[in-house]
Structures are given as structure tokens and as C-alpha cells.
């Protein structure tokens, strides 16, 4: 099965002095980063995907705005596409799908049929919004799915009048997603067993 990396919105906007700083950007940053160095010195096959929320009301990355580029610890080679999406699931009105079909054919670069799975590498934020909506999604698609907990971010979240801090998000999406969508394991534990 071909392997692949999925690196999910590590844009500027989720770090400090951007418009929706996250809880521990920077670690998972470096953790991601570290499984970036590995997929490219592996010559396996690296996605890029970048939130753009282009609407007069956009909170964060928004078109020509510092907060929308991708984080220069995970920036793509131009030889590593970047999927630009406007919904959670990165697979939405996007042609992701498509792309991992092309990566499934093989050096000829044909999508195969039916498609082939592909075995998924997910690192990215926000665990508890876009990571869980794509993995979701991916799995539903037949692909396998590893999710590098360390190499994600949340934020706190307010329900019903508590705030929820972003440890605990994390590790509730990361529970979640682990009891039937994806392995969940560190970056360093990916690379050491790939």
C-alpha cells in the first residue's frame, strides 16, 4: 500500500500573533516537521492542504493576509502539492480525492480503478475540527489512517458555559478517532516503524 503524508492547516493564523492562536502550535509544528524530513528523505509521496476563508466576515486566514500561509517548519517544496480548501473535511469541493488516486497509480501517475487505498499520515490542525472532519472522511473513503497526535493542535473550546481547555480536547478527539477511525501514535513512533 502507498504511503503518504497529509499536512493539514499549520498555517500562521493558529500561532502566537495570529488571528486564532492555538494551545502548543509551535510542538506540534516541530513534530510534524520531523515527519516531513522523514517522508522527504524517503521520496514517499507529501500533501499540503491551506484553509482559505474567503468571506468579508472571515475571523482568520483570509486571502492576502499574513495568517493564511503555511507555516515556514512545514512550508511545501514546489515540488509538493497544496490543496486549498474552504470546509473542515479537506476532501469537500476539493480535489484531494483525486490526488490520492494519482499517488495510489504509482510512478505513471494514473488514478487507478477502482481506487486504491492509500495508507495516511495525518498531521495538522485543528484536531478537533479540520483533522477530525478529514480523517473521518478518508476512512469513510477506504483509506488507512495514522494520526501523529503530537503533530496536532486544539484550541479551548466553551460548552454550556465551561471551557474545556485544549489538552482535553486533543486528547478526546484524539480517543475519538482512535476508537475506530485511525491508529493513533507519535511522529517519532511513525517514523521509527514505517
Known sequence: MTHALLIIDIQQDYFAGGRHPLVGPDEAAAAAAR??????????????????WDSPDAEFFQPGTPGIEIHPLVAPQADEPVVTKEHPNSFLS???????????GGASG??????APVELVVAGMMSSMCVDATVRAAADLGHTVTVAHDACAAPDLEFDGLV??????????????GDGYATVSSADEIIAGD
Do not use: S
Not at 494514473?110 to 481506487?115: F, G, I, K, L
Open 110 to 115: 494514473e488514478p487507478v480503478e477502482p481506487a
Open 94 to 104: 476539493t480535489d484531494l480525492a483525486e490526488r490520492l488516486d494519482a499517488i495510489a
Open 164 to 177: 474545556v481547555p485544549a489538552a482535553q480536547v486533543h486528547a478526546a478527539f484524539m480517543a475519538a478517532l
Open 35 to 52: 515527519l516531513l524530513a522523514a517522508w522527504r528523505e524517503r521520496g514517499e509521496p507529501v500533501v499540503h492542504v491551506q484553509h482559505v
